[in-house]
Nanobody
Framework: QVHLVESGGGLVQAGDSLRLSCVVSGRAYHVGWFRQGPGKEREFVAGITSTGSQPFYADSVKCRFTNSRDTAEAPVFLQMDTLVPEDAALYSC????????????????WGGGIQVTVSS
């Protein structure tokens, strides 16, 4: 059984920071973060390889978000800085056997999501 569990969400003000965590059990592959805001489609945010190398980001979060992990078995962290109201969404992590993909259909298992709310 493969399970992903997110934590670390909450309510912050614009300009603040949050760090999300994703704990993966059952296997250790590449992990991606996606988010879905109110009335929006789910969109790719960031991804990282199983070894923690080569993080990659959506243009909307580049230079503000940092995706990291120490080992394939370690939690995956998404450090989110300088948050803006547009970042408010349900954030989910997912895992994939294919590296460096930003399309949802490449991801096999998904966490239940964690809410991030950013007030202006």
């Amino acid at each position: 059984q493969v399970h992903l569990v997110e934590s670390g969400g909450g309510l912050v003000q614009a300009g603040d920071s949050l760090r999300l965590s994703c704990v993966v059990s059952g296997r250790a592959y590449h992990v991606g973060w996606f988010r879905q805001g109110p009335g929006k489609e789910r969109e790719f945010v960031a991804g990282i390889t199983s070894t923690g190398s080569q993080p990659f980001y959506a243009d909307s979060v580049k230079c503000r978000f940092t995706n990291s992990r120490d080992t394939a078995e370690a939690p995956v962290f998404l450090q989110m800085d300088t948050l803006v109201p547009e970042d408010a969404a349900l954030y989910s992590c997912a895992d994939s056997k294919v590296n460096r993909k930003n399309q949802r259909h490449h991801y096999d298992y998904w966490g239940g999501g964690i809410q991030v709310t950013v007030s202006s």
